[in-house]
């Protein structure tokens, strides 16, 4: 092996030889991307970029216990390896012991393409979608609307080895298209997103379609006061409900009594009823379509994660099956802590509820009530029942005897997901959807649209 190799699993390699702490994880990612912007029914960027992050986890005995030092940098080539690999050596040694400290992970096999060249992407990726998005464009432009919005694609080669003997390795291909349509007057305002791994399965044309008869339902307005209201949310904004649900679910805080999922007295809501709903919320790495890495890659330790799981498999967990939790997130560490099983979080979320009714067939048997499109500025109000607040974004329509009869005000909403899943009334058929909120973070989800009697609306909001 060349000592000046800029190869990334000889980088991992070469950092691991270079490492004189008691033990070591190298995570090394390799990023590119591909992107296009539109505005006004017309492109006007786009662009490819690659990049390269190299994270070392040194982890040094003492008599007190292991401390870990983590030091990440980018653009990383052969010739920084030693000072960095240094670097997290020294803030090891000059760390106390790591709370979160266990034997690194061994016993996992060895990636079959662990020396293969990092995946990458390419403009050739829009290669279908951006001639289909140019008759978008044509379309718009004879139906009086004007098309905004950007695709994006993602593909992170990231390479884990250890000196446990660990060579792990994942692709992680991540595309999203977010369309907003906007009348001339800019008065009125549709939008929709996708989630996709390869740009193949989403139609521009249909999603201008989607955006054309909501500009038509605004055209009419009516003002609404404050308060609460039978809703549908859309697939949408379930996920970015229960995403931060999801991120709230620490069984260690929930075991302290920190969280909306201890329970009073001491211990976890564990085996609760949440709803009578019969709702599943999982996470899988093998989901079709939502595919994601199947070990741990954790480049920092946290409530939720640990850099001494890195390479820990990841398995399909049932965090509520049939209504009732099942799991809150662990990491080795804070299992022991508190008798829970290790349940890693997992790179993608799915709620299934059984039914096979589509979001317009909900519509369709609303007496009266509220549409929503999307969720939008959501931030945590209360921790102890996870109450959160935001406001609805791009769209809200009124709901009259099954058909969608103008568009109403904005609105700030007061609610808890958990509280939200205890008092759905109907849940729709679950579909892959991009959450609006968190997809910088977060976008492998499938939801259905969720039927809520008495969403609480707390306040009119002036946005759009």
Known sequence: MSARSNKPHEIVE?????SRADGCVVIADEHSTANLRWAGNALTTNGVTRGRSLTVVATVDGKEGTASGVVSRAAVTADDLEPLVRAAEAAARSAGPAEDAQPLVTGVPEAPDFTDVPAETSSAVFADFAPALGEAFARARAGGRELYGFANHELVSTYVGTS???????????????????????????????????????????????????????????????????????????ADLLIYQLWSASGRDAAEG?????????????????????????????????????????????GDQSV?????PVAPTEWIADGRLEHLTTTRHSAGLTGLPVAPAGGNLILDGGQD?????????????LLLTCLWYIREVDPATLL????????VYLVENGQVTGQVNNFRFNESPVDLLGRAAEAGRTEKTLPREWSDWF??????????????????????
């Open 14 to 18: 070469r950092a691991l030889e270079l």
């Open 164 to 238: 446990t003997g660990l060579r792990l390795r994942h692709d992680q291909p991540t595309g999203t298209l977010e369309l907003n349509a906007k009348s001339p007057d800019r008065t009125r305002s549709a939008w929709a997103g996708r989630s996709t791994r390869d740009f193949k399965d989403v139609d521009p044309g249909a999603l201008d379609a989607e955006l054309a008869v909501r500009l038509g339902w605004a055209e009419r307005r009516v003002d609404l006061p404050a308060g609460r209201y039978e809703t549908l949310l859309p697939p949408t904004a379930v």
């Open 258 to 302: 920190r969280t909306v999922f201890s329970k009073p007295g001491g211990g976890t809501r564990v085996g609760e009823k949440l709803t009578d709903l019969p709702l599943t919320l999982r996470s899988d790495p093998n989901e079709p379509g939502l595919e994601c890495a199947p070990f741990v890659v954790a480049h920092s330790s946290g």
């Open 308 to 312: 001494f799981d890195n390479g820990l």
């Open 357 to 369: 009714r589509s979001l317009e067939d909900m519509v369709a048997s609303t007496g009266r009530g």
């Open 388 to 395: 959160l607040t935001g406001l609805t974004r791009d769209g």
């Open 443 to 464: 976008t492998r989800t499938a939801m259905p649209a969720l039927r809520v009697p008495d969403f609480n609306m707390s306040s009119v909001s002036q946005g759009v």
